[in-house]
């Protein structure tokens, strides 16, 4: 298994590309993520498995923060913007 590992892509914003990783791994990750995201700032994370365009939402919202966007940037992949 690939280990995953933010990285810094400007002030309080971080990207995680998890394109690779099938469901349920994506639901599951951004529950640690996003304990280790600092206050106040945003994560990009990056995937290619439909369910986790709605299982990793509502995770976020469970945790008590916000998705800004779920967006397409190519075929067969997206872009889940998380704020905290």
Do not use: F
Not at 21 to 42: G, H, Q, T
Request: glycine content about 4%; some cysteine; overall charge positive.
């Amino acid at each position: 298994m690939k280990k995953l590992k933010a990285i810094k892509i400007g002030n309080n914003h971080y990207q995680v590309d998890m394109r690779g990783w099938m469901c349920p791994y994506p639901k599951y990750a951004i529950e640690i993520l996003l304990e280790k995201l600092p206050s106040a700032s945003r994560m990009d994370l990056l995937v290619d498995c439909p369910a986790a365009t709605k299982d990793v939402p509502e995770v976020v919202k469970s945790k008590g923060c916000n998705v800004q966007e779920v967006i397409p940037i190519s075929d067969g992949e997206w872009r889940i913007r998380v704020s905290k």
